[in-house]
């Protein structure tokens, strides 16, 4: 099924490019007790790879560009280290944004511009395949997740050919809008880099939130973290910022890993619901 909402003059798709099965250690702080069926028969939490589609008067484009074609068995130590008796055979696997592209009626070419939130391989990895697209990142990622990054690194090849190419636009410092309707934030703490893709249209706000928002849970705890965050408090200040300014305006989120519902509103009383229903 596809996964679509409404902004406005805007149509936001959900594309999934595949999944990725990380274990309970992946989120530093995160009572899993407190939130049962999050975790699935392996003892996971499944999360959604992919990235999103918007149509509207800004043009065609995407918000992140999916993770490519990945395959990562689990690491036996990883499910050692979480107790895992029945661990997934696969810690990431993906490969379907191409075809997810073609469901939803858009060819490669029709895509003007790409808006990545960070530069992590799971958010930059279909970048090859659109060639032509205007491709806008931070800046402050380029040091840790490109120049420190090893030769072969899948990240540091993507972003080097891309720079090559031309193609690339950094983000201007601060809060600032790109193109009209579409607004950059700057919250860094999960990267350097990160930022929130803001889009608007009349009355109606969306945020494609990234990786600042990596459990469902981090909406009322603060102590819940992501294994890769570069600075947590950081980050944890960015997440309580943006949920109140989200549940005062009534602005939808859209973050990179959650599903189940994908576009999520937070309601007065400081739980997720669906936005596609409200």
Do not use: C
Not at 162 to 186: C, Q
Not at 187 to 205: F, K, N, R
Not at 240 to 253: D, N, T, W, Y
Request: charged content about 20%; glycine content about 8%.
């Amino acid at each position: 099924m596809t996964e679509k909402i409404t902004i406005g003059e805007f149509t936001v798709t959900v594309l999934t490019d595949g999944s990725s099965h990380l274990p309970p250690s992946a989120y530093p702080g995160a009572d899993f007790g407190r939130f049962p069926g999050l975790l699935d028969d392996t003892g996971t939490y499944r999360i959604r790879l992919g990235a999103h589609l918007v149509q509207g008067p800004a043009g065609t484009f995407l918000v992140d560009a999916g993770a490519g074609e990945l395959t990562l068995p689990f690491p036996p130590e990883l499910a050692e280290a979480n107790a895992l008796s029945n661990p997934p055979q696969h810690l990431a696997k993906a490969g379907d944004l191409p075809a997810a592209l073609a469901a939803a009626g858009v060819a490669p070419e029709e895509i003007t511009r790409i808006f990545v939130t960070h530069l992590h391989l799971d958010h930059v990895g279909w970048l090859p395949h659109f060639p032509d697209a205007t491709v806008h990142y931070g800046a402050g990622d380029w040091p840790l997740l490109v120049d420190a990054a090893p030769a072969d690194d899948p990240t540091r090849v993507i972003m080097q050919a891309a720079e090559k190419a031309g193609v690339l636009r950094p983000y201007e410092p601060g809060e600032h809008e790109v193109v009209p309707g579409v607004t950059v934030l700057p919250v860094p703490g999960h990267t350097p880099g990160h930022v929130v893709i803001a889009l608007s249209s009349g009355s109606e706000q969306l945020w494609f939130t990234g990786d600042l928002i990596e459990l469902p849970g981090q909406l009322t705890d603060r102590d819940i973290h992501f294994m890769t965050d570069v600075d947590r408090s950081q980050a944890a200040a960015a997440r309580a910022r943006l949920f109140a300014r989200a549940k005062a305006e009534g602005i939808v989120i859209a973050a990179a890993h959650l599903s189940d519902p994908s576009f999520r509103r937070i309601t007065p009383a400081d739980t997720w619901a669906d936005a596609t229903r409200s």
